[in-house]
């Protein structure tokens, strides 16, 4: 196993899903999209299906739905714009990558004239301009314009008027796996010209969200300064982290092959604690039979890790009357001392200057969004502690979870 994979397995200890009971001030955790992630999280939206009221018999169709969905960018005050195709239901779907959103400033009318042409299966086609809003705790969807094309001509006139056609509650949300299904949480949104950003609240306990959703220089900085291939932004409460730990991982076991050393090693009890460009892990750890109080420090720009320490825990007083049982324990206790010392300085000299980074991969993370499931993975690119936060820049895959046609 080599040096990086071990760090990960290490890095395991921090977990960035959402979820807490505890009142934390500010978000508990908060996602960030940057541009290269939008177009790929929008096409797994689609198709998006939308039940007409039965009163609309203009609509021609009691089912219509969304396809070829692209994000034009942020309105300006929180909301955000977007391109999408409906067509019936009953109908063969447009293609998915029908629109593209150098097309979201150009008129409607010649776009649906020409996905009109390449989509004969349908017996009409519109475009809409799809206006996304969120107020607390709300995401709506409606239609801000559009434009038709068919044989029989189209009902765009009547999706124009439909107004809001979808709706997503994000207050009082079950989004933690077992044992943390109880739990409910907050959702705020923030769509920005190029960038969405999501944060996680103990449900209940902020009524508006939009301070920590404003512009944040610290997170602006981190969206800056992050690598090339990103294109996502994920950060977290040190505080959180720890209730996250407690719940979900109580007992690790790390595999190790160091300098001949294949045994495990098993750690429980960890807190993580950081402030500017630091971070420490503690824990217990047992190798060999022999058991730890271990410490894992990291610093800099990246949190390259810097020293790795493990002591020895005394389980006994070594106060035996009998004098050979007692030289025996003092004996066990003076080993287990130096093979601290020397599995300290192993690992240390092993790992040093390796990035401490947590990537989900073996790890998926799953939610649901407007009735629809999705996970969600990690490569840690960078990472960085501030304040009480920390933080992972990387890249990351969505995916719809079943069937997209």
Known sequence: MGRKTWVRLLAVWLMLAPGAALALSGPLARIVAL?????????????????????????????????GLAYCGGDGTGGAYALGVV????????????????????????????????????????????????????????????AGAGKNGSPAAALKS??????????????????GEGRRFDIA??????????????????ANPDPYLSSDPALNAEISSAPPRSNALADAQYAFINQMLA??????????????????LKAKNVVVSGGDRSLTLRG???????????AMHAAGDDLLISTIALESIDRTTCDMTDMIARLQCQ???FAGSGSGQALSAALTSYYQGQPFHYSTANRPLRFTLGGIKFTAVLEALRSSSRDAIFS????ATIRRIGPQR
């Open 35 to 67: 541009p290269g992630l939008i177009p790929a999280m929008v096409q797994q939206l689609i198709p998006m299906e939308i039940e007409l009221p039965p009163a609309r018999s203009d609509l021609a169709a009691p089912r219509v739905r969304i396809a």
């Open 87 to 146: 067509y019936p239901e009953e109908a063969a779907a447009p293609a998915a990558n029908t629109l593209s959103p150098v097309e979201c400033n150009q008129p409607l009318e010649p776009i649906a004239q020409r996905i009109a042409l390449t989509t004969p299966g349908a017996p009409w086609i519109v475009v809409i301009k799809i206006h996304a809003t969120w107020r607390p705790w709300q995401l709506s969807l409606a239609v801000a314009d559009a």
């Open 162 to 179: 439909l107004g809001t056609f979808k709706s997503i509650a994000t207050a009082n949300l079950q989004i933690l796996p077992p044992p």
């Open 189 to 206: 949104l923030r769509f920005q010209q190029s960038t969405i950003i999501a944060a996680a609240f103990a449900s209940g306990t902020v």
């Open 247 to 264: 719940l979900y991982a109580p007992v690790y076991e790390v595999p190790i092959r160091v300098q001949g050393l294949g045994q495990s």
């Open 284 to 294: 217990q750890l047992t190798f060999g039979g022999l058991a730890y109080n271990g």
């Open 331 to 333: 004996a066990q206790q």
């Open 392 to 395: 992972e820049a990387g890249r």
